[in-house]
Structures are given as C-alpha cells and as structure tokens.
C-alpha cells in the first residue's frame, strides 16, 4: 500500500480529552474517530488491527470446535421477556420502537437469541454438546463511556454460547473455552491471567475473568506472581481430551488470583511475600456456566438417553476485540507511539523513501515493495514528498514491526537500513537481502 494513497489521518497535537496512552495514540495514529460519546468509527489502520485481532480469535475459537454463525445486532424485546431480563436489564439496554410500535433493542449480549436459535433445530442429547459463536457489534448505554475503545457504548465482542447434557459435560465445554482463551490472549502477546469471578445465583466456581495487568485497569486484583510464567497450551493440545483439558484448567486455577470482588485477605496472605502481587487489570474476556438459567424459562430442552426431556446446561463465554485493540497498546507502547506486537500490527514493514522524486530511490523503493510482498509481507510504502524526520516520527508513531529506510546515500553504497521497532536496533543490509532478512 502506498502511503499517498492510503487513508490516515494523523494528528500533530495530543487529544485533551485522551485520559489514557491507549486512546491518545489510537486518535494520533488516526486508527479512530469518535463520532459521537462512546461511539467510534474505525479508520482504516484501525480497521487491520481489529480483523487481526478477530482472525486470532476466530482461529482459536474453531480450532477448539465451536462453530461460527452470525446473530443480528437488533433484536425483538419478546425474546428478552421470554427469560425476564427485559425488564431486568435496565439503562445499560439500548430500547428501539420500529415504525408498527414494537419493542426492539440494540443487543447488549446473546443468550437470549441464541437459546432460541438452538431450540428451534436441537432435539436429542445426540445433537450435543455444541458451542455456537458469532463475532459481532453489541451496544450498551455505559454510564461513563471512557478510555476510547476501552470502554465504548458501541464495542465488538466474540461470544460463544455452549449446550451440554449434563453438568459434567459443560464443564468440559467450559475447560474447551478456558483453554482456547490462554491460547488467544498468548497469541495477541499478552500475559492474561485467569480470575475467579462472580457466577451469581447458580454459585460453583465456573466462572473466570482473563485479566490484563495495568496500571490504567479499571479492575482491582490481587494474583500470585507465578502465573507470569506459567507456559501457554500448545497448539496440539487435545480438546477432546476430558482428563488432559481439567489437568491444564486445574494447573492454570491453582495459584490465588481474583478481582476485588472475590478478594480473599487471608487467602492472598498463603501466597509467599515476594510473589503477591496487588495491582490493576483490564478485564478482556470472560467465562460463565450458568446451567439451566435460560434453557428452563426458554424451553431449550433435549431427549436425553433414557427418553426424558431436559433443559440443556449452558455457557457463555466473552471476549472484547475492540477493547484488546487498545490493552495490546497499553502493553506496547514508548514515547514515540505504538509498538505493534508481530501477530496484530496493521502492516509488517513501513518502507520510506528519503528522496521521493529522486528516480534511483524511488525505482529500489518500488522493487523493494513488491519484493517483500511477494514475501507474503505486507507494506505501507511512504512514498510522499515530504521531509525524513516527518516520516520517521509518522513510522514511530504507527508503530509497525519493521521500518526499512532508503536514500539515495545509502543506495550509492549498495545499502539500506532496517529498523527493529521494538527495540530500535538498526543493520545496514544490502537491498536485495531485506525480504529474507525480515523472514
Ligand atoms: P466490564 O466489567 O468492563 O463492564 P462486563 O463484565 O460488563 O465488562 P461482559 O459482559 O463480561 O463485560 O462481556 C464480555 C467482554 O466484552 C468483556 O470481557 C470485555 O472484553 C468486553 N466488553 C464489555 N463491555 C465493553 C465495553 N463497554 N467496551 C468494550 N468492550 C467491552
Ligand atoms: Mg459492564
Ligand atoms: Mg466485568
Ligand atoms: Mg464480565
């Protein structure tokens, strides 16, 4: 992608009404723009990060076997009687009147739909166990929309919902997502600690907020340091295993962590001195079995294998990708902007040319270009005339993975310079080696 042609809108002075580094360096780098409290749109650079972040997700999602679908945004308040929480719900809920006086709302979440959903078509415990998931915009009227995408009224989340049997078998369905979710928040770069968190009237202990730690966390927690080094599930890890799967969550729960909420004084005192750790969160995802909360009121019943009817146990299990867009930047950033893990950045390689106008420069810039996205990279080519320091501060700023710089001095010598971002280190490497170097 050409920079000339490309679409970012960069802002030269820090936003004042940015409280946190997160936002004011989404607004600078021009990833989005509020169009009204809570409300953004997403720019094009801000637009890659998300569907990165989504693709994570979603890769994680199907490789534990839920299935992907997609529910409306709006949604009949009829539904939300049939379970009570229409009127439950309160201010937080988005309330529509379409043009015939019905009652309609801007989903703030999916149980409702989805029982529904699956009620419909779901007859026999042979049909189970299913996780059923959409990735899709939710709205809900927060009291004090802050921090950007951090805490927006209108925010993207992936949820998933699960229908066992038995409670036994949603466990194992909630031990399927837990283990999907230490993978995905890994894979974004990020240290997520599971918490214990509230699970509301039906109690038990299956409920577990990813908590990243920040000073800018709206959540208090209190964990054991150890959990930084515990080692992320691998790839090849057998969802179907019911043994192995509650061997990982039993590892993973075994250690004190939990929110204010569920704080325990004189538990988090067992933990040893030097690894209590008392410090702030992001909640970034959450998990919950609730059993038969909407299954009963809904009538979301199978034949189970004596012949008998029964409500299914169900699961729902969140995670906030327009939210993580801005933890992953809480967590990667210096003073001169973003600092893009690999596996979210919205470009690979920012290639700027010194010398734009100078052909020598601009034919190696072109070559290199297509070079390294023959590489499978992908390139935001800064090609606009204007001065070296500018395009240096813009590259810092956004943030991307590599920086290649080309002049016209460097040319005369057979060399280019590749920038580390992360950590500023620079090698002078001949043009034609770049792409492998960056391999
Ligand atoms: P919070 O405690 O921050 O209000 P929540 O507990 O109400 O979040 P859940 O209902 O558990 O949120 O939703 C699942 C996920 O959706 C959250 O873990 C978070 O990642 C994301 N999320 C929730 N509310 C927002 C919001 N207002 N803006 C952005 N993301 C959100
Ligand atoms: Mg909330
Ligand atoms: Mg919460
Ligand atoms: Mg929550």
Not at 138 to 162: I, N, Q, W
Not at 249 to 274: C, I, K, L, N
Not at 336 to 356: E, M, Q, R, T
Request: proline fraction near 5%; hydrophobic fraction near 40%; aromatic fraction near 10%.
């Amino acid at each position: 992608m050409r920079l000339s042609r490309y679409f970012l809108p960069i802002l030269r002075e820090t936003p004042k009404e940015a409280e946190i580094v997160s936002h004011r360096l989404m607004l600078r780098a021009g990833m989005i723009r509020q169009e009204a409290a809570g409300i953004y749109a997403w720019l094009p650079l801000g637009l890659r990060v998300l569907n990165r972040v989504a693709d994570i997700i979603r890769a994680e999602q199907d490789r534990s076997g839920a299935v992907e679908l997609l529910m409306p945004t709006i949604q009949s308040a009829d539904l939300w009687r049939e379970s009570g929480r229409y009127d439950a719900y309160g201010k937080e809920m988005l309330r529509i009147k379409d043009r015939h006086e019905r009652d309609m709302l801007f989903g703030p979440t999916n149980e409702e739909m989805i029982t529904a959903i699956f009620r419909s078509a779901v007859r026999s415990y042979k049909d189970l166990p299913k996780n059923l998931y959409h990735i899709q915009w939710k709205f809900r009227d927060e009291v004090r929309p802050r921090f950007g995408t951090m805490r927006s009224r209108e925010f993207l989340m992936k949820d998933a919902y699960s229908f066992d049997l038995d409670q036994a078998s949603a466990r194992h369905s909630y031990n399927k997502m837990f283990v999907a979710y230490l993978r995905t928040f890994a894979r974004l770069g990020l240290k997520a600690i599971p918490m214990r968190a509230e699970t509301g009237p039906i109690g038990g202990d299956l409920s577990h907020e990813f908590i990243i730690l920040a000073q800018t966390g709206e959540s208090e927690v209190f964990c054991d340091r150890a959990y930084l080094d515990f080692p992320t599930p691998e790839a090849g890890i057998d969802f179907d295993d019911v043994a192995g799967l509650q061997a990982t969550v039993d590892h993973w729960t075994s250690r004190y962590a939990a929110t204010s909420e569920m704080h325990d004084a004189d538990a988090f005192a067992q933990v040893p001195d030097g690894e209590q750790m008392a410090a702030r969160g992001i909640e970034v995802g959450h998990i919950f079995y609730f059993g038969t909360k909407y299954s009963e009121p809904m009538g979301a019943k199978v034949t189970g294998p004596d012949g008998q009817e029964r409500p299914v146990h169900m699961g729902s299990y969140g995670i906030g990708p327009s939210r993580l867009v801005a933890a992953i930047i809480e967590a990667g950033h210096d003073e001169s902007g973003i600092v893009w893990p690999d596996a979210v950045a919205p470009f690979d390689v920012a290639l700027l040319n010194l010398k734009v106008g100078d052909a020598g420069t601009d034919a190696a810039c072109a070559k290199l270009q297509g070079e390294l996205e023959a590489a499978g990279l992908t390139v935001l080519y800064d090609d606009r005339d204007e001065r070296p320091g500018g395009k240096f501060a813009t590259a810092d700023l956004i943030g991307l993975p590599w920086q290649v710089i080309v002049g016209p001095k460097g040319l005369a010598e057979g060399k280019v310079e590749v920038k580390r971002r992360a950590t500023g280190a620079r090698e002078t490497v001949a043009p034609d080696a770049v792409p492998a170097y960056l391999r």
